[in-house]
């Protein structure tokens, strides 16, 4: 292809820490087995963010120009060579790993755990493979899902997240008639409220530091009963901060009316202190599923756990989990999950919604949950 007919497209590029530009680059037609995709709508979310404020998440620091977004959905603009699951203006949603379908994870269904996955704006692997934040992208088909047709690409950006509560839902067994306890309620603990009351749980309640965030999960629904955690100053001691989250749990089960705790608590948060308290509000016998990412090194009340038999499980990103996701996402038993979409803006406008995110209000002290970022015209 000649440079006169080199087509451009634009894409968010975060070259560092809040150094964010709107840069054309150019696009190509997609290799064998990949479809190419016109991004309608791509939601941010926290590890978006902390590579937006920091340049970094967690251990994973950018080493080059990276275009971030991994929950998304769009139009089939091309098809590659072997492509037979897609078609020309089919609307699909993008599942953001590309994994190497080759090593022991890989074939037992376990690919999320892929060493060599690489997860579309993450920096984890060099060269880092761009995210969704962008006009167009091509992907590989198999990770390419097509939408009910009743559920709307904005609905379908939730199917990320969505599909990271799924997996945490699949380890930890849950069923109904469970009661569950969720810490945090930012889109990810909203959704595992969300998921939880379609599996038939019994009860669901939400504890945070954020009254207004409980207010929002507990006037649409997802939860029953809140419970806002007093801000106290930092604990002098380790042994004072596990004293601290043992009685903090007593008075959030006797709030709730459930001294023996809650069969199935979803942790997510990532912060310390509300991983201890989790393992203190399971019930003898429950589980506690870490879902939030945060503190990368935890003290843990562990014999509080081992003596009561209560199973603290990891839960990373998922896997098969996208037709489960879309097929709630598009049911409408997911009552309210639109509303956790507050804002939406164009990509032009990219640098605004992640600063947006970070303080948490808009310009008018509106409360800031899930953003949606558009196409750029």
């Not at 506690?288 to 090194?297: A, P, Q, Y």
Request: charged fraction near 20%.
């Amino acid at each position: 292809m000649s440079p006169a007919t080199v087509q451009l497209q634009r894409a968010a590029v975060l070259h560092g820490p809040r150094d964010l530009r709107l840069e054309e680059r150019p696009f190509w037609p997609p290799q064998y087995n990949y479809a190419q995709v016109a991004i309608q709508s791509t939601g941010l979310c926290g590890s978006d963010l902390h590579y937006y404020l920091e340049g970094r998440n967690g251990d994973f620091a950018l080493q080059a120009p990276l275009v971030l977004g991994h929950e998304s959905a769009g139009v089939i603009t091309a098809v590659g060579p072997g492509v037979k699951n897609l078609v020309l203006g089919q609307r699909v949603a993008i599942e953001a790993g590309v994994m190497c379908k080759k090593c022991n994870y890989c074939q037992t269904g376990r690919y999320n755990l892929c060493k060599d996955m690489q997860f579309a704006s993450s920096a984890k692997t060099f060269p880092h493979l761009d995210g969704t934040l962008q006009d167009r992208m091509n992907h590989p088909a198999y990770a390419i899902h097509p939408l009910p047709d009743n559920c709307s690409f904005d609905q379908a950006a939730l199917a990320e997240p969505l599909s990271v509560l799924i997996h945490a839902a699949r380890r930890a067994k849950l069923a109904s008639g469970q009661r569950v306890l969720v810490f945090g309620t930012g889109s990810i603990g909203i959704l595992a409220c969300a998921l939880a009351n379609v599996y038939g749980a019994s009860r669901v309640v939400a504890v945070d530091i954020n009254q207004t965030r409980l207010d929002f999960a507990k006037s649409h629904g997802f939860a029953s009963q809140t419970y806002c955690l007093p801000k106290v100053d930092k604990a002098r001691t380790p042994e004072e901060q596990l004293r601290r989250a043992k009685d903090n749990v007593s008075t959030i089960l006797s709030k709730f009316n459930e001294p023996e705790g809650f069969d199935v608590v979803f942790e997510c948060t990532g912060a310390e202190p509300c991983i201890q308290m989790s393992i203190h509000a399971a019930v003898t016998g429950g589980k506690v599923m870490l879902i939030g990412m945060g503190s990368r090194n935890v003290m843990l009340p562990l014999s509080a756990a081992a003596l009561r038999e209560v199973d603290i499980q990891g839960s990373f990103r998922y896997a098969n989990t996208y037709p489960e996701a879309l097929k709630l996402l598009g049911s409408g038993k997911l009552r309210n999950v639109e509303k956790l979409i507050t804002h939406r803006v164009p990509l032009a406008d990219t640098t605004r919604a992640f600063e947006l995110l970070a303080r948490g209000k808009d310009e008018n002290g509106n409360m800031v949950m899930k953003i949606i970022i558009g196409p750029s015209s």
